[in-house]
């Protein structure tokens, strides 16, 4: 199946600083990467949609100048958490979209990345 | 906007009970898609959905598209430790790339 990494797992930054996040697809090229925010026993909050080559789109209540999304290449996606602060402590998530497989039947399906935990002191 | 509600929360069954959550959306969908996420893990693509109606069967997983598009249902036969963890849908809809989470029902499965 197709691989998404993410890098890095686990980051502890101080208050104020910015953290990137990195996210690849290995062995596919993805049209359409999203990141995703997930708090503990909570669901997966969608923070943007991004397409290779243009700007991201964000969701409603998402500050756009604080999680800079950037989607440089057809397999990789970074996120960069700009100024953070102790709320933005959470797990991150990438998942990458793009035609897999021989049928593009697939092509909707959504492989995730393991997830970044961002905690911010 | 489009909403996904999944009931139960959480559900504990005994190993060898069945299991069955229930997605509903508000508005109808183009396809309905499966994940599973272990504790600590991230999610997994368990199986897409498209036609009115459709059930698809993976061993002891059965999953079910309603036939007006808006609800789906994942059933468990016969559960064991292994199928312990979080079970989301995610709704796609006509026109939008994205896909919206369902709330999850956590699973617990007691040997």
């Known amino acids: 199946g197709a691989v998404v990494s993410q890098h890095p797992s686990r980051v502890i930054c101080k208050s104020g600083t910015s953290v990137k996040i990195e996210c690849r697809s290995l062995?596919?090229?993805?049209?359409?990467m999203f990141w995703y925010r997930q708090f503990p026993k909570k669901s997966l909050m969608l923070m943007a949609t991004?397409?290779?080559?243009?700007?991201?789109?964000?969701e409603q209540g998402v500050e756009k100048d604080k999680f800079l999304i950037n989607h440089a290449s057809l397999t990789l996606s970074t996120l960069t958490v700009t100024s953070a602060h102790p709320e933005d402590s959470s797990f991150y998530i990438c998942?990458?979209?793009?035609?897999?497989?021989?049928?593009?039947?697939?092509?909707?399906?959504?492989?995730f990345g393991p997830g970044t935990r961002l905690t911010v002191t | 906007g489009q909403q996904v509600m999944q009931i139960p929360q959480y559900q504990h069954v005994q190993e060898g009970e069945d299991f069955t959550t229930y997605c509903n959306s508000s508005?109808?969908?183009?396809?309905i898609q499966w994940y599973k996420q272990r504790p600590g893990g991230h999610p997994v693509f368990l199986i897409q959905?498209?036609?009115?109606?459709e059930v698809k069967k993976q061993k002891r997983l059965t999953f079910q598209f309603g036939e007006a598009k808006k609800n789906s249902s994942l059933h468990i036969t016969a559960t064991q430790t292994t199928d312990v963890g979080t079970y989301f849908c995610a709704g796609g809809y006509t026109g939008f790339q994205k896909l919206v989470f369902g709330t999850g029902t956590r699973l617990l499965v007691s040997p």
């Open positions: 508005t109808t969908l183009s396809n």
């Open positions: 998942s990458a979209r793009g035609h897999v497989g021989t049928s593009g039947g697939l092509a909707y399906e959504q492989y």
């Open positions: 959905l498209v036609k009115s109606g």
């Open positions: 991004s397409n290779e080559g243009s700007k991201a789109t964000y």
């Open positions: 062995d596919f090229q993805a049209t359409t």
